[in-house]
């Protein structure tokens, strides 16, 4: 194995990437700052918790969520995280956040690569959207069976 | 109000941040360029090559699914090289983009505080029954 070309490349990779990241996530992350002290924040909470609901997550939420779906893992943690400080999600709520995400990030930038190579953008921007959905009901569903069956064996047993 | 100190808050955290995520951002890409350059990525995919035909997928595709875990753009150049028909095309970018990059996103999902198994586990599932499902939905070969 070349370790020379492997160490190169790791350097040219992570070089791309972090510049990729530096340069979106300081604008970004004061954009967020000014949109709290200006009170957008609140509003924009306000408004997606009819979406954010139906997921099962505090409204505070839609920010990381909006940054996700449009930008990429990296930098929606990295919002979650500086919401998490302050609104102290549950670890479920993290994991219908994060499988959401997971399944459905980046959709500008990926979308646009496969576009390229002649695929119809729309089919997978769809089946997209509609996996990452059915899959965060589907453990919001299971999440809820695994405790009432915990909370009824636990009244069972007394 | 917005002053000269939001701006200095926020470039301050998002500096902290990067630092924080570089932890996790520069060892996942040195193991998938290490795997790359050992030949190992080769035997995942001969390993996964044939179950490919269950989404409709010649044995090759396992290789290009592979690259696509070494960055999105490894995948799609991988992608261009095969001769795929239109139909196998969009069911292998479906596929790919939604399970590409595991490493490095499973480790930055478990820093955030989610479970990365269960992450990953659920995209790996999710990309394989979108695969199926699209293989038997879309018309065409």
């Known amino acids: 194995m ?22 979106i996530f300081i604008p970004l992350i004061v954009l967020i700052e000014c949109m709290k002290d200006m009170g957008w924040l609140n509003k924009i909470a306000d408004r997606s918790h009819g979406f954010t609901r139906l997921l099962g997550l505090p409204g505070e939420s839609a920010i990381g969520l909006i940054v996700g779906i449009f930008t990429g893992v990296v930098l929606s943690s990295g919002v979650i ?49 509609a996996v990452a959905l059915v899959a965060a009901f589907l453990y919001i569903r299971i999440t809820r069976t695994i405790a009432r069956f915990s909370a009824g064996v636990e009244t069972e047993a007394r | 109000m917005v002053t000269k100190q939001t701006v200095f808050r926020g470039t301050n955290k998002a500096v902290r941040l990067i630092l924080n995520l570089l932890k ?48 999105i753009f490894s995948g799609v150049a991988a992608m261009t090289i095969l001769n795929l028909t239109a139909k196998q095309l969009t069911i292998m970018c479906t ?37 199926f499902v699209l293989n038997l939905i879309i018309p065409g070969v």
Not at chain 1, 3 to 23: A, C, G, H, P, Q
Not at chain 2, 95 to 119: C, R, Y
Request: proline share 2%; hydrophobic share 50%; with cysteine.
């Open chain 1, 81 to 129: 995280m500086e919401i998490q400080q302050e609104i102290n999600m549950t670890k479920t709520q993290m994991n219908v956040l994060f499988l959401f995400i997971g399944i459905c990030h980046g959709i500008i930038e990926e979308t646009v690569v496969f576009t390229s190579i002649g695929v119809n953008g729309l089919v997978i921007l769809a089946s997209r959207l």
């Open chain 2, 24 to 71: 996790y951002i520069i060892p996942s890409i040195f193991i998938m360029k290490i795997l790359e350059h050992s030949g190992w990525l080769l035997k995942i995919s001969d390993f996964f090559a044939p179950y490919m035909a269950y989404i409709g997928l010649p044995g090759e595709g396992a290789l290009v699914l592979m690259f696509g875990q070494v960055t």
């Open chain 1, 2 to 23: 070349d370790w020379s070309k492997v160490f190169l490349e790791t350097l040219i990779s992570s070089y791309s990437t972090i510049s990729r990241i530096v340069l």
């Open chain 2, 95 to 131: 596929v790919m983009s939604i399970s590409h990059v595991l490493v490095l996103e499973t480790a930055i999902i478990t820093k955030s505080g989610a479970n990365g198994l269960l992450n990953a586990a659920s995209r790996i599932a999710a990309s394989a029954v979108t695969g």
